[in-house]
């Protein structure tokens, strides 16, 4: 009777250990940054898949510039109307896509990002990519 009261007790305690090592184990695989499951559910994730349907545009990657908050003197009209959310803004963007090197590619580009952003153009610099044939 004895041997199995302790077979029981090291069962309570292994089953414990297994299932901890199990959710660590879940949660480290699903939370690599380098998962191209992340890379498109961010922002500019979204808008590279978005803008690599566009005909002639090819690869895409895209990058934010956010405005940064200057610290003002506090007071209480400041703190009425300033926004809690958080919220970054984009102030600007940088676009790099193989198709760029096309004037009306760029031009597309510059419009569709420029409307869909409700950025104005010249927040928007859009460069050609390097490909891999252009190395010096």
Sequence with gaps: MEKKWTKSKTNLILIPIALIAFIAYISSTFNDPKDEQ????????????TLKQIRGVG????YFHYDEEIPETSNLLNDYFTSSTGEKIVSGML???EGASDPAIKNQLL???SRV????THRIMIVPME??????
Aim: net charge negative; no cysteine.
């Design 111 to 113: 419009e569709t990002i």
């Design 38 to 49: 992340s890379v498109t559910s961010s922002a500019e994730g979204k808008l590279e898949q």
């Design 95 to 97: 676009i790099v896509s």
């Design 59 to 62: 690869q895409v990657k895209v």
């Design 117 to 120: 952003m409700q950025l104005p």
């Design 131 to 136: 490909s891999k044939g252009d190395e010096q």
